[in-house]
């Protein structure tokens, strides 16, 4: 367990470090420039060259990284190129709406997938067709268009739910939800599909284990032998297409937030992009990174927590 | 030298191999399907200035948000343009895009899981851990990045995808790298002092083109998607130069005047990325079939035994349960799922067990002693049927039993321990835990009983520490004590007939030893009966009172155990009697029974025992009948061995 760890980290660490040091060397190429952005078309060179010394971008650039790098432990994320607000504060009020999206969609997805993948395991038939379709939809409709047909039918068409915008749970819990609600749907598909399928493969492969027979056998239920037995051994490669759903809903995020509107970290990426706003995309870029560490992290605890051979070594 | 000249000559054959992926893909409708539907997009793209019927970019405002028309079959945008042409045009952007990002990842993961695969050692771990991270580096978010440092540069953002997807191909390269590697003719090659690389390019790369195919068509999909996911954003190729991410983003300005414009630009993409992935998938399901179909093709044309044909057990009319048997089986007949239809392993087998006898069934593996087992616990495996016969026990059919009363017949009347402990055992949850569920279950005890009793039945199988072992993992356990374990949970209804499946196989000798005493002491203890499945006859003679010789889905031979080992009367029984060691000669080489026992479906007609049989004659063509050659002695042969010329010549007979 401690060696599965202490693995993750060795990776999580240089990751972090890559992708912070890529956003860095990509700079240099940038052939916009920070300093040009903010002064607009008239400057004088004098005016330029003080604004490049304030921005510390005339230092080499292995000093620039180590600066911003001691900043950004401490928390300080820099300031916009565009907006001369302090990034990281940008980050912890779209923080909130980007997390409640996600993690509300990985538990639609991982709850109605289980259930799903389950019951098509035993009934197999009509419900293990109805996955398979739900599968190849996930995979092959992109999600910001998926959103978008559920906006028109229930925005536009029976305005029943809101087309954009999103309410903080502090401000109002129902309308948080009722926000929610079209944006998880057109993120769930995909991850539904991807845990539903992995659920039944694995219950099916772990109904033909030999124990299951002994169990059978010795007189355990069926109930008891499908949900405790079965889908506890079962688990760990469903916690694994959970983790992986849970990084790739960060892509389908920036879109997502796009459709509805969602003032989250999705929406900061993409107007930073547009802006070449270089010091807000990086720190979104590392924000996702470490949410992908952390996930990480916690799949490989859960592993722990679900086998116990890796738990006792 | 022939052998290397062969071994050389292999990667023409793998050549073969591949384009049969292609052919063989290409017999599955879904799969031509996908890919002609992919030509025709590739196509419309490159041709698209010949059959696009509009100019993308020309505006109509006399016609804007029509609908399909006759003029505009897909309709027009909110400029009046012609939404097929800008479909075609747009296939041009986004297809280019595909295709950087796939050659991108194509060339990184190729090279990269080849020489990880190829090279291993330092080359392998380096590129494994660079794959593991890039893995985890967000996809949109980096693409977002580049873009905003290069600005709109479609190329470069496509091109970082392809880099940020190379690892699952290198992954997939790797393995089936390994796997080549491992084969004759690459040792050969390089035993020859072939350059690694030309060993790489022209023998390697040939055989892992299949999973290079899937992988490469499910990342198409992907790539395809982060086109025009980029393409929405209209962070890509800018407007008005169409792209199929830029008609999302156009239809969804007007959702609420012109809902179909949702349509169009939806259907392409997702039929494209379903295209790419119902290809992959196609290539993968051919490139399994070939490794399960293995590289020589068994003949199939064996002997096809018909289910209709076999013999019933005794001639005339079956014999009825015995009323005074605990357990009594009569013309109990199993048909295994093979391909399209069934084949019957267990033909008309019957036995009896009575209360408190402990009896044998004996035979070499393949017999259908286990499949026997688990039909009369009405456990069949999934697919296989019991065709015909009886299972009575204590004067019930068990037939007429539904689910639940199965589920309480099973464990409290009779249990069962099978083969391999270790695998019988759940591994997720600890020995305690397992065995208090069957406890609960059994007995109606809660709380605190329950675990109290679960340590009593540890204790009852001779367990050590019953407390520690009840905290410990299955993985934790020795085979020994996993056996002993399994039979305490068999214990846990206190069963009136335990089967116990090959309960020594798996285990060491001397561990042998102690589980069959254990077996024994539980039986006279508790007083049930034992049904004890067993390819060795020291098992058998060492614990029962009586035993049935199985061979082939038949009982050959049934008597006490006393009277088997002094006078078989089937060559089957002699043979195994002969093989066994303690009964050989000195000086003398081990006797054993030429050939093997013919799987299902290839039993021959009347005694199946025949074609290894020394004393096999024309009339043992016929259907054999079950004759009483002494009282409760049984047998199916019309050999008997102690009638013929006298007993002792006969082994010899058996055993030249």
């Known amino acids: 367990m401690r060696a599965l760890i202490l693995r993750r980290l060795l990776i999580s660490i240089p990751l972090v470090v890559v992708v912070s040091w890529l956003t860095f060397l990509l700079q240099q190429l940038a052939p916009g420039d920070t300093a040009r952005a903010i002064l607009g078309e008239h400057y004088t060179p004098e005016a330029y060259a003080q604004l490049r010394h304030q921005l510390g971008l005339d230092q080499p650039l292995l000093v620039q990284y180590g600066h911003w790098l001691a900043h950004a432990v401490r928390g300080d994320l820099g300031v916009s190129s565009i907006t001369g607000l302090d990034v990281g504060a940008e980050i912890g009020t779209r923080l909130g709406v980007t997390l409640s999206l996600i993690i509300a969609t990985t538990v639609v997805a991982a709850v109605l997938g289980i259930a799903l993948g389950t019951l098509s395991a035993v009934r197999g038939g009509a419900v293990g067709r109805a996955v398979d379709v739900l599968s190849l939809a996930g995979f092959a409709l992109p999600s910001f268009w998926l959103a978008l047909v559920l906006v028109t039918l229930f925005a536009v068409v029976l305005r029943l739910l809101p087309a954009t915008g999103y309410t903080p749970f502090a401000e109002s819990p129902g309308d948080w939800l009722r926000g929610l609600i079209l944006p998880v749907a057109a993120l769930a598909v995909h991850g539904l599909a991807a845990v539903a399928k992995q659920t039944r493969n694995g219950l099916l492969d772990a109904l033909g284990r030999d124990f299951v027979l002994s169990l059978r056998a010795n007189g355990a239920s069926e109930l008891s032998i499908l949900l405790r037995h079965a889908l506890r051994n079962a688990a760990i490669p469903v916690v694994t297409v959970i983790g992986l759903v849970f990084v790739s809903l960060l892509n389908g995020t920036v879109l997502v937030e796009a459709v509805f509107a969602m003032p989250g970290l999705g929406g900061l990426a993409v107007q930073s992009t547009t802006q070449h706003d270089l010091p807000a995309i990086q720190a979104v870029a590392i924000t996702f990174t470490l949410i992908v560490v952390a996930v990480n992290l916690l799949v490989d605890l859960a592993y722990g927590w679900l086998n116990p051979k890796v738990r006792v070594r | ?656």
């Not at chain 2, 479909?87 to 990842?105: C, H």
């Not at chain 2, 996911?229 to 999302?248: D, E, I, K, N, S």
């Open chain 2, 1 to 656: 030298m022939t052998t290397l000249t062969d071994a050389l000559s292999a990667p023409a054959a793998a050549t073969d191999a591949r384009t049969r992926v292609w052919l063989r893909a290409m017999r599955r409708p879904l799969a031509v399907i996908s890919a002609g539907y992919l030509a025709l997009m590739i196509l419309a793209a490159i041709a698209a200035p010949l059959v696009a019927p509009y100019d993308p970019i020309a505006t109509d405002l006399n016609h804007v948000l029509s609908g399909p028309t006759a003029l505009h079959p897909l309709g027009t945008d909110m400029l009046g343009r012609d939404v097929l042409s800008r479909v075609i045009y747009g296939g041009r952007i986004t297809l280019t895009g595909v295709a950087e990002a796939v050659l991108t990842a194509l060339f990184l993961g190729v090279s990269a899981g080849l020489l990880a695969g190829f090279i291993g050692g330092w080359a392998d771990r380096v590129i494994s851990w660079v794959t593991d991270i890039v893995m985890a580096i967000p996809v949109i978010v980096t693409l977002l990045v580049v873009l905003a440092v290069v600005g709109s540069n479609e190329t470069a953002a496509m091109i970082a995808v392809g880099i940020l997807g190379f690892p699952s191909l290198a992954r997939v390269v790797r393995g089936a790298t390994l796997a080549v590697r491992q084969e004759l003719y690459i040792t050969a090659a390089r035993a020859f002092g072939l350059p690694n690389r030309s060993i790489m390019v022209r023998h390697v790369l040939p055989r892992v083109s299949g999973p290079i195919i899937v992988q490469t068509s499910l990342f198409a999909g992907g790539a395809l998607l982060a086109e025009t996911g980029l393409g929405y954003l209209g962070l890509g190729v800018q407007a008005p130069t169409p792209t199929w991410g830029g008609l999302v983003a156009d239809a969804s300005t007007v959702i609420d005047q012109q809902p179909w414009l949702l349509v169009p630009s939806g259907l392409v993409i997702g039929l494209t990325v379903l295209a790419f992935g119902l290809l992959g998938d196609a290539s993968r399901d051919t490139t399994a079939e070939q490794r399960a179909r293995g590289p020589v093709r068994h003949s199939s044309k064996r002997l096809v035994h018909r289910t209709s044909g076999s013999a019933p057990d005794t001639i005339g009319a079956p014999r009825p349960p015995d009323p005074s048997a605990q357990l009594s089986v009569r013309d109990l007949t199993i048909a295994l799922p093979n391909g399209a239809g069934l084949t019957t392993a267990v033909d008309h087998l019957s036995l009896d067990i009575f209360p408190g006898e402990t009896v044998g069934l004996l035979g070499e593996s393949g017999c259908g002693k286990s499949l026997t087992g688990r039909g009369i616990l009405g456990l069949l495996p999934p697919g296989s049927q019991a065709r015909s016969g009886r299972v009575c026990f204590d004067g019930t059919d068990l037939a007429a039993l539904n689910r639940t009363a199965w589920r309480r017949f099973r464990g409290s009347r009779i249990a069962l321990i099978s083969q391999d402990p270790m695998n019988c055992l759940d591994p997720t949850f600890t020995v305690g835990r397992q065995l208090d569920e069957l406890v609960r279950r059994h007995t109606g005890l809660s709380g605190r009983a329950v675990r109290a009793r679960t340590l009593e039945l540890l204790a009852d199988v001779k367990l050590p520490d019953p407390e520690q072992v009840a905290q410990r993992h299955p993985h934790q356990l020795s085979g020994g004590m996993a056996q002993r374990v399994l039979i305490a949970s068999a214990l846990a209804g206190t069963p009136e007939l335990l089967i116990a499946d090959e309960p020594t196989t798996a285990l060491d000798v001397t561990v042998q030893a102690e589980i069959l005493r254990l077996l024994r002491d539980l039986q006279r203890t508790n007083g049930m009966s034992l049904l004890l499945i067993s390819h060795d006859w020291g098992v058998v003679a060492e614990v029962c009172d009586r035993a049935y010789v199985m061979y082939a889905g038949q009982i050959v031979e049934s008597a006490t155990v006393t009277e088997l080992f002094a006078t078989p009367r089937h060559p089957y029984t002699a043979g195994l009697l002969g093989a066994l060691p303690r009964r050989g000669q000195p000086r003398q080489p081990l006797a054993t029974i030429g050939g093997a026992v013919p799987e299902p479906g290839s039993w021959p007609a009347g005694c199946h025992f025949r074609p290894r049989c020394p004393l096999a004659s024309p009339e043992c063509v016929e259907a054999i009948p079950v004759v009483e050659p002494a009282p409760g002695h049984h047998m199916r042969c019309i050999h008997d061995l102690t009638r013929a010329q006298g007993g002792s010549d006969d082994h010899a007979e058996i055993r030249a």
